[in-house]
């Protein structure tokens, strides 16, 4: 059964610091492009960053350019975001996403079938 499970969000002062974590079973990890959406609550989900290849091609969105770092650790079938210099503009429900390959970019969340159950991120000013 393919499965993804999210951690670390949580409340956190604007300026503040979390990396969300997740953690991938039932699949061959490193096949897989993972990615990260955030959805607040009534809007679209919206890419935030995605990681593939055996030299993890890595993809941000504008806006968290230079503040989040994804990462994934193949070992423990793991990605992260970390996510620096929170701002309440980054409030929302994030979500793990996987797909199946590598070699084209994914930017898009109807590229990904596989999903999290998503985790709070709140940033309070």
């Known amino acids: 059964q393919v499965q993804l499970v999210e951690s670390g969000g949580g409340l956190v002062q604007a300026g503040g610091s979390l990396t969300l974590s997740c953690e991938a079973s039932?699949?061959?990890?490193?096949?897989?492009?993972m990615a990260w959406f955030r959805e607040v609550s009534g809007n679209e989900r919206e890419f935030v960053a995605s990681?593939?290849?055996?030299?993890?091609?890595?993809d941000y969105i504008d806006s968290v350019k230079g503040r989040f770092t994804i990462s994934r650790d193949n070992a423990k079938n793991t990605a992260y975001l970390q996510m620096n210099s929170l701002m309440p503009d980054d409030t929302a429900v994030y979500y793990c996403a996987a797909r199946v390959g590598w070699s084209t970019r994914a930017l898009e969340s109807e590229d990904y079938i596989i999903w999290g159950q998503g985790t709070q991120v709140t940033v309070s000013s």
């Open positions: 039932g699949l061959t990890f490193g096949s897989y492009t």
């Open positions: 990681i593939r290849g055996p030299v993890d091609y890595t």
